[in-house]
């Protein structure tokens, strides 16, 4: 069964400190991964989309990583701020042209 | 540029009751999409069209139906509300079924008592 998994669920980092949300992925065939950002009360919005052959990715702020031969990755996010305070979803493109959601990591930026 | 316009935004149906959420999206894309999202799950499809004149079921397409008004439009109804329903609707669209870019709406979040 494809399946995304994330962790943590939750987390609250002060203003300021660099966070690691991770992705593990049971997918088949993979195509490619991608990171959303999804503000309270808002639709989802991309911020990342790795191929398999892509190990890191940046967006701003914002580092994805992708191991392909572990099927894992991971968001780091620098320096954070307060609007950086969201859920964070990790989403796998399958073979299929299916997308499989995470639940995705609620992450709040403390001032 | 308004991207996906979803409309309502919120809803309060008694069971039973029926009604359209509309979506629409101004950037010319093929394929949109309906997913829902309930706590603690990852979004779930319910319908998709991949062009303009076909549908096809998702994970979840039971209690719904959808019609793809023209390119720009795609609706989803509920005939007959269940509280099982009550969610956090979303509509999406990608330039086509091959290029998976996707846009969202802001949802409708949709209470049935």
């Known amino acids: 069964k494809n399946q995304v998994e994330q962790s943590p669920q939750s987390l609250i980092i002060l203003e300021g400190k660099n966070c690691t949300l991770q992705c593990n992925y049971t997918v088949s065939p993979f195509s490619n991964l991608r990171w959303y950002k999804q503000d309270t009360g808002r639709g989802p919005v991309s911020l990342t989309i790795?191929?398999?052959?892509?190990n890191t990715k940046s967006n701003g702020r914002y580092t994805a990583t992708l191991d392909a031969d572990t099927k894992q990755s991971s968001l780091h996010i620098t320096a954070s701020q307060l609007s950086d305070s969201a859920s964070y979803i990790c989403v796998v493109l399958t073979g299929f042209q299916k997308l499989v959601f995470g639940t995705g990591t609620r992450l709040l930026v403390s001032p | 540029n308004a991207g996906v316009t979803q409309t309502p935004k919120f809803q309060v149906l008694k069971t039973g009751q029926s009604m359209t959420l509309q979506c629409a999206q101004d950037?010319?894309?093929?394929?949109m999409y309906w997913y829902r999202q309930d706590p603690g799950m990852g979004l779930r499809l319910i319908y998709y069209?991949?062009?303009?004149?076909?549908?096809d079921k998702g994970e979840v397409p039971n209690g719904y139906n959808v019609s793809r008004l023209n390119k720009r439009e795609f609706s989803l109804r509920l005939e007959s509300a269940a509280p099982s329903q009550t969610s956090v609707y979303f509509c999406a669209s990608t330039p086509s079924r091959v290029n998976t870019e996707a846009f969202f709406g802001q949802g409708t979040r949709l209470t049935v008592v």
């Open positions: 950037m010319n894309h093929n394929s």
């Open positions: 069209s991949a062009s303009e004149g076909t549908t």
């Open positions: 790795m191929t398999f052959s892509e």
